[in-house]
């Protein structure tokens, strides 16, 4: 079993930048894809970054040019940087590892997540 522990989260003002990181143990290595999602209050959880073992990323269009995802297989981190925050980037993020199935990893079939750390902007 992964375990995947996200850290990083915090209030800041509009415009700001966050770096959030996900620790994922000694298992990152095998996974394929991973990604970042995020789930506002009231809102439905949504996908918003991914990274295959190639490197190659993919982006929700609200955060495309603000945010950067990226991982570090030696240390065993995922990353997110997050540039020019707004009050709408306000949500829980989530990390999540090891994609099940064909599907596109927006659908967000995962068979790790982790806590979540919370992201608050103010305008």
């Known amino acids: 079993q992964a375990q995947l522990v996200e850290s990083g989260g915090g209030s800041v003002q509009a415009g700001g930048s966050l770096t959030l990181s996900c620790a994922a143990g000694?298992?990152?290595?095998?996974?394929?894809?991973m990604a970042w999602f995020r789930q506002a209050p009231g809102g439905k959880r949504e996908g918003i970054a991914s990274?295959?073992?190639?490197?190659?990323?993919d982006y929700k269009d609200s955060v495309k040019g603000r945010f950067a995802i990226s991982r570090d297989n030696a240390k065993n981190t995922l990353y997110l940087q997050m540039n020019s925050l707004k009050p709408e980037d306000t949500a829980l993020y989530y990390c999540?590892?090891?994609?099940?199935?064909?599907?596109?990893?927006?659908?967000?079939?995962?068979?790790?997540w982790g806590q979540g750390t919370q992201v608050t902007v103010s305008s």
């Open positions: 990274i295959d073992d190639g490197g190659k990323e």
């Open positions: 000694i298992y990152m290595q095998r996974f394929a894809c």
């Open positions: 999540a590892a090891d994609k099940i199935g064909s599907g596109s990893w927006r659908q967000g079939d995962f068979r790790y």
